[in-house]
């Protein structure tokens, strides 16, 4: 088992668990590392002939921040791209593809997903990926990253309301050493919204 683990998760249809920056077999711990375990045997990380367990060392950026499942793939982001992680089967078990290079996201939570699509807040810009990576154009750019306490950026975090057809991300203005703020976008009606709300 890998003693050092940034984030896990379990692949979309696979029944493998993935671990996102993670110590290798007999190798300390490296932030650009995922690696898989057998299929349908969590606990069995050794890779052999006889197993589907396996690894790759990302190559764009020094660390991954985190990653999301959509309903096929996996992105991950480092601090300097994104790939994206699909199964291919055979000695390989999984690609790692890079999708976009100088865009990262804002903290390991700072994304939600709904239906194909996965949104996040960027250093700069808000983004989707339906298949590929665009920038989401935002009526209140300006607003959100003009205020924003950026050495609190970890705590940001985003999430779904499916009954209203929205994504929101919470996020601390300048002054706040927590969350105080929200963002929100309808993908329904293609409109943004902000707001306060105090959260820890």
Same mark, same amino acid.
């Given at each position: 088992?890998?003693?050092?683990v ?8 696979y ?7 993670s110590s ?14 057998d299929?349908g045997?969590?606990g069995?990380?050794?890779?052999t002939?006889?197993?589907? *367990? !396996? ?5 764009? @950026? ?9 309903k096929? %793939? #996996? /992105?991950?982001w480092?601090d ?20 976009a ?12 997903? *709904? !239906?194909?699509?996965v949104?996040?807040? @960027?250093?700069?810009?808000?983004y989707i990926?339906?298949g590929?990576? %665009? #920038? /989401?154009?935002?009526?209140v750019?300006n607003y959100?990253?003009?205020?924003l ?10 999430a779904?309301?499916?009954e209203?057809g ?18 929100s976008?309808?993908?329904v009606?293609r409109?943004?919204?902000?707001g306060?709300?105090?959260r820890?």
């Amino acid at each position: 088992t890998p003693s050092s683990v940034l984030e896990t998760m379990i692949y979309p249809d696979y029944r493998t668990v993935i671990a996102f920056g993670s110590s290798g077999v007999n190798t300390p711990f490296d932030p650009m590392l995922v690696r898989w375990s057998d299929r349908g045997k969590p606990g069995s990380w050794g890779i052999t002939d006889t197993n589907s *367990a !396996g690894g790759q060392i990302l190559t764009t @950026g020094s660390f991954i921040i985190g990653a999301a499942r959509s309903k096929k %793939e #996996v /992105l991950i982001w480092t601090d300097e791209c994104v790939y994206v992680m699909s199964y291919i089967g055979g000695d390989f078990i999984f690609s790692m593809k890079e999708i976009a290079d100088g865009v990262s996201i804002m903290g390991q939570n700072a994304f939600a997903t *709904a !239906g194909n699509s996965v949104f996040w807040m @960027g250093d700069r810009n808000f983004y989707i990926y339906t298949g590929s990576v %665009e #920038v /989401l154009p935002c009526s209140v750019l300006n607003y959100v990253f003009s205020d924003l306490n950026y050495n609190q950026r970890a705590k940001i975090v985003g999430a779904r309301n499916t009954e209203f057809g929205e994504v929101t991300f919470f996020y601390p203005s300048s002054d706040s050493s927590e969350n105080d703020r929200y963002v929100s976008y309808s993908y329904v009606e293609r409109a943004w919204s902000i707001g306060n709300m105090a959260r820890t």
